[in-house]
Each structure stands twice: as structure tokens, then as C-alpha cells.
């Protein structure tokens, strides 16, 4: 089993920066892609970024290019997801997540068995 807890949520406003961390435990961290999403209020859960088992690729959707980071570091079992820029349409519940395999492409939720609990970003104009 794995078990994620996100962290680093809040009330920011426009243009304001937070850094969301997701600590990992229970089995082995290194060897997977770690991914992150998003649920705005009344949508469906979106992917926003992923990061493969070394940190070496990652891959993004089209909205947070250039704004988001997503890193990770094995030593701590912990990923990361670096939020500059925030605006307003940034505002959900974000979750990382995990699966037993290495491709950070799998943009759909029903690739990943494992989840964190989520954390609240809202972003105030």
C-alpha cells in the first residue's frame, strides 16, 4: 500500500506563488512517476503535471506550462509542485497520486490506484 499526504494549500492572491508537497510512505517511492491533479467546484478532476521515477522528465498541461514545476526529491519520498503566477481558474483541490508504473503520460485519473487526501488552493482576485 501507499499511502500520500498533500500539504502547502491556501488563500493567495493573484499573481502570488505556493509550493504543494506530497510526502509518500508505505512502499517504494523512487521507482514511479508521481503526477498531480486538480478539481475545481463542479468539474472533473484534470491532470496537471507529472514527473517520472528520477526526476529527469515531466510533463505538463497546456495551462500551467511555464508556471508550474513539478520536482521531487527520493531522499525525502516527497514530490513537489511549485505554483507561480496564480490566477483566478488555478482555484481547486489538487491531490498528487501515484501508480505502479513509470509513464507520466497516463493523463486520466483511472491510471492511478493510489491518492493523497488533497489540499485547497484558492486564488482571490
Known amino acids: 500500500q501507499v499511502q500520500l499526504v498533500e500539504s502547502g494549500g491556501g488563500l493567495v492572491q493573484v499573481g502570488d506563488s505556493l509550493r504543494l508537497s506530497c510526502a509518500a510512505s508505505g512502499r517504494t517511492f523512487s521507482s514511479n512517476a508521481m503526477v498531480w491533479f486538480r478539481q475545481a467546484p463542479g468539474k472533473e478532476r484534470e491532470f496537471v503535471a507529472g514527473?517520472?521515477?528520477?526526476?529527469?522528465?515531466?510533463y505538463y498541461t497546456d495551462s500551467v506550462k511555464g508556471r508550474f514545476t513539478i520536482s521531487r526529491d527520493n531522499s525525502k519520498n516527497t514530490a513537489y509542485l511549485q505554483m507561480n503566477s496564480l490566477a483566478p481558474e488555478d482555484t481547486a483541490v489538487y491531490y498528487c497520486?501515484?501508480?505502479?508504473?513509470?509513464?507520466?503520460?497516463?493523463?486520466?485519473?483511472?491510471?492511478?490506484?493510489?491518492w493523497g487526501q488533497g489540499t485547497q488552493v484558492t486564488v482571490s482576485s
Open positions: 497520486a501515484t501508480g505502479d508504473w513509470n509513464n507520466i503520460y497516463y493523463t486520466h485519473t483511472r491510471f492511478y490506484p493510489y
Open positions: 514527473i517520472n521515477w528520477s526526476g529527469a522528465d515531466t
